[in-house]
């Protein structure tokens, strides 16, 4: 599959961060030496603003990178630059969602926990429309189906034939049980999530911690989604939701603490088999 625009912006800015810091140039001279600013500088870093290929060539030879590395650099220059799937929707969704969207298409795997809904790449269109009419009048019909439009073209990865998204997703038995458009639409969720995890045995891991589990960190904490990238150059990464806001967490002691509670929640989780088998019997406790 072709790199994610918003990965491969993202790979650029901190291979430039990583040569700058370590040849000891600040974002101030780097931005002085090419005629532009430092705040322009920070903003490739963090790859939430675009360089064009002459600025480019003349950042990486200040910063001295080779002539291999700069076509390394250039290339992902105009993979950041391509046109996303995504980007038809742009004007309804926040550039934190969207760089959320950007990282998702872009990851090679994704550890998730989920402890209030079904996790967005697992639920039905019905299940993501109750969703949406939850989220408040505001949200009118046509916007509300745009938007379960959107999160069922993000489920798209997860059928990919050549590279498709390895999703491991850990979720709470209150998940299953919280009847989230009514008894109907929450049996043909479950049906729904049986079938995907039967269709998709290699690369879809579907875990229930049950509520006989003991007290674990994730437990009351929101849900979280950890990113992981093929491109060695890249660290994983941390998505976090909560009622108001949002988060992209990559500092690496924060990123350890993360991966600790998801690892024991793990640990309390049922087994796959154990699992499917629950997601069955409150299916049918529902029918």
Known sequence: MAMSPSVAGWELGLRLRERRELMDVTAV?????????????SGIE??????NASKLAELATVLEFDEAEIEELQALREAAGKRAWWSPYSAMFSSDMLRYFGFEHGAEGIRAYNAGLISGLLQTKDYALAVMHGGGPSIRLAEANRRVEVRMKRQERLDDKD?????????????LRQQVGGREVMAGQLRHL??????????LDV?????????????????????????SRLPELVWQETITSTDLIDQPMRMREYNLAHDQAMGYALGRTESLGLIEQIRRELE
């Open 29 to 41: 001279s780097a931005g002085k030496a090419i005629d532009t600013s430092q705040s322009y500088i």
């Open 46 to 51: 963090n790859g939430k603003l675009k360089i």
């Open 163 to 175: 590279d498709p998204l390895r999703f491991t997703a850990l979720i709470a038995e209150s998940a």
């Open 194 to 203: 049986v079938d995907r995890i039967e269709r998709l045995p290699d690369t």
């Open 207 to 231: 875990r229930i911690v049950p509520f006989s589990a003991d007290y674990y960190n994730a437990l009351g904490g929101s849900n979280f989604y950890i990113f992981g990238f093929a491109s």
